[in-house]
């Protein structure tokens, strides 16, 4: 496997075995083999990386079941990132693909780096998505009969224009709210293009706490489901074009998705560093600047909630990437109880397998880790289901529904700030 300056090299010397690892990550718990563990998966990008082994099935399975949920670095005493060998490998090593593989990379590379066109593409979706069955809650859902990788999979619900033809690049403060200068939201591609819920709700509260909010017209997707992929060329057109878009705006930088603000802070300084020349400088000094909108809020000297809500009680799903990758889970404890709902269950659930490009592809291990999540949330006896992450809301609603619950699922942002 050879060592791309643009790509982090692997942490295998560092690993001494001691296995802390295996009792965190929700792929060996399934499993229990020892290549689905952070400790089987660094010794085989190890033996790959030296020439000791050719890449053949196994090895690619092995990388390619990793949900990326970096359980696994927090846990670890020397701070081994498995995660980041994973990635390596994806984007380092050449694989054979079959005609459907090499369909899904090309649109992957045609839809990331252009806003328009995915937008585009998700508004003809919405049109069909109408047409796909729905459980008692109203979700829509593949049907049963289809191949493993759809087969009752969950849609989101697409709710018509993106959120940045709802509201103008710059919202201004609420009136009679104190100043507190200018955010930046980025709005990232579901809660921009898919549902604007959570962003209109995050976008309120900024303005009714004295917040001038900006959403820049001209960012893009940011790129996780093309770094996720292997897909680095993809990768860093959308970083460039975001860090244009972003490092010329002051202000703290928000986002309602985890994943996007785990990418920008910390995945765009590590690897802008290895492209070298403006975006190097650039990314480095964006990073510190992001934030989840939730953890931003909670941390607010003195916080207004709009309005009012009906919700009484949540289960509260801590994503993974909101508590490995810089989030605040303590944020969402915080703010419920300043809007006086009752947390039945706060980060009770493991990972719920909802892992983007690693669900698609591993279906079988995202619905056993989806059905466990939802199980428990279901029997907690809460109003309702709550993530801060589009794909976990997307998975718990879906497992919900096929546990025949009408619980609904959604982002803590809509309980703090019902809009509708």
């Known amino acids: 496997m050879k060592t791309d300056p643009d790509v982090l090299s692997t942490d295998a010397p560092q690993c001494d075995r001691c296995g802390r690892c295996l009792s965190v990550c929700p792929v060996y718990s ?7 563990s952070p400790r ?11 020439g000791e082994l050719n890449p053949g099935p196994r090895f690619f399975e092995a990388v390619d079941r990793c949900l990326l949920c970096r359980s696994c670095a927090v846990a670890c005493p020397k701070g081994v990132d498995t995660a980041s060998n994973v990635l390596a490998a994806r984007a380092e090593v050449s694989r054979p693909h079959g005609p459907g593989a090499r369909l899904g990379e090309a649109a992957m ?21 109408r047409l796909l069955p729905a459980d008692k809650a109203g979700r829509r859902h593949f049907p049963e009969y289809l191949p493993q990788m759809l087969s009752g999979r969950g849609v989101p619900p697409i709710t018509g224009r993106p959120l940045q033809k709802r509201l ?36 309120k509260m900024l303005c009714d706490n004295g917040f001038d909010v900006l959403i820049p017209p001209d960012q893009q997707c940011c790129g996780a489901p093309a770094l996720f992929s292997g897909r680095l060329k993809s990768f860093k057109t959308v970083l460039r074009k975001n860090l244009r878009s972003l490092a010329a705006v ?10 996007c603000a785990s990418v920008l802070r910390a995945h765009y300084p590590e690897i802008a560093a290895r492209m070298g020349g ?13 934030q989840e909108a939730l953890t931003f809020l909670a941390g607010l000297s003195s916080l207004s909630l709009p309005g009012s809500t009906q919700i009484r009680s949540a289960a509260v799903h801590q994503p993974c990437h909101f508590v490995h990758a810089g989030g605040d889970p303590a944020a969402v404890a915080d703010l419920m109880r300043k809007r006086g709902v009752e947390l039945v269950m706060n980060g009770e659930t493991a990972c719920c397998g909802g892992g983007g490009v690693s669900s698609l592809k591993n279906p079988d291990l995202a619905r056993e880790l989806g059905s466990a999540a939802a199980g428990k949330i279901a029997a907690s006896g809460a109003e309702v289901a709550s993530a801060a ?32």
């Open 278 to 290: 403006p975006e190097a400088e650039q990314a480095k000094s964006l990073g510190p600047r992001v």
């Open 250 to 259: 002051e202000g703290p930088i928000l986002t309602a998705c985890p994943t």
């Open 109 to 129: 590379d045609a839809l990331i780096p252009h806003r328009s066109l995915m937008s585009a593409c998700v508004r003809t979706a919405g049109v069909f998505s």
């Open 40 to 50: 089987g998966r660094t010794d085989l990008t190890s033996a790959v990386t030296s």
């Open 389 to 420: 992450c589009p794909g976990c809301v997307l998975q718990i609603g879906s497992h919900l529904g096929k546990a025949g619950s009408n619980m609904p699922a959604i982002h803590p942002l809509e309980i703090l700030c019902p809009i509708r």
């Open 168 to 203: 103008p690049s710059l919202v201004p403060r609420s009136p009679g709210s104190p100043n507190r200068g200018r955010a930046v939201f980025f709005t990232g591609c579901f809660y921009g293009l898919v549902d604007f819920g959570p962003g209109l709700a995050a976008v």
């Open 30 to 36: 399934v499993s229990h083999v020892e290549t689905d």
